[in-house]
């Protein structure tokens, strides 16, 4: 799955640790969504929308 | 998460504690225990209730692991420690199955008594640390 998180990051000019704290995640967890190792689950998927302020299909969008 | 004291929260700290004591408390009672077998020669029903005394510290650990995978909310690192806890699991077959073969060799000499419990929590920690170096 890919993701618009780093350029939404960037665009806010926050580090990761910075959205890590916001999202009360581990630096890690940030950095393993962004690369598209990790899948962040619902309830974090739409945490971030609301950080965001963007509905959840225009941060994540399916590869298929 | 777990590279530096500093960044583990409140529950990884006393989940650490804790794993630690119980994990320093089998440990301590399996090698107490299997020296006063081995020298006091006790009564067969007091070995059996000896032998049962290292396992309270091991129930603990598989209870505060658990606590900790039920109360994580971060699911990345939860889903790391599940890893880990399987490279451990699998380690440690991996190495008993080496050790039981080596040892039933009687020309082999069993100098330090390599507890399983031990074993699979060094293994976890090493994999933990390896997990998170790779996800730095």
Redesign the interface.
């Known amino acids: 799955m890919k993701n618009r998180l780093r350029v939404l990051r960037a665009e806010r000019d926050w580090s990761q640790a910075d959205l890590a704290d916001r999202l ?3 630096r ?2 940030v ?3 962004e690369t598209g ?2 899948d ?2 619902l309830p ?1 998927a739409f945490k971030l929308a609301r950080l965001f302020r963007t509905p959840i299909e225009q941060i994540f969008t399916d590869e298929d | 998460m777990f590279v530096c004291k500093n960044n583990l929260s409140p529950l990884q700290r006393r989940s650490i504690q804790i794993f630690g004591a119980n994990l320093g408390l089998t440990a301590v009672l399996s090698l107490a225990i299997r020296d006063l077998v081995k020298d006091m020669h006790p009564a067969a029903f007091l070995a059996y209730f000896a032998a049962i005394l290292p396992t309270i510290p091991v129930i603990g650990i598989v209870a505060v692991v658990s606590r900790y995978l039920a109360r994580e909310t971060d699911d990345f690192i939860r889903m790391l420690v599940v890893q880990s806890l399987l490279w451990g699991l699998g380690i440690t077959f991996v190495v008993d199955t080496y050790l039981g073969g080596l040892f039933a060799h009687p020309q082999i000499f069993r100098a330090i008594p390599i507890l399983n419990i031990d074993l699979f929590c060094i293994s976890v920690g090493a994999a933990i640390r390896i997990q998170l170096w790779r996800n730095r």
């Open positions: 009360e995640v581990s890690q967890s950095n393993a969504i190792r990790f962040p689950s974090l």
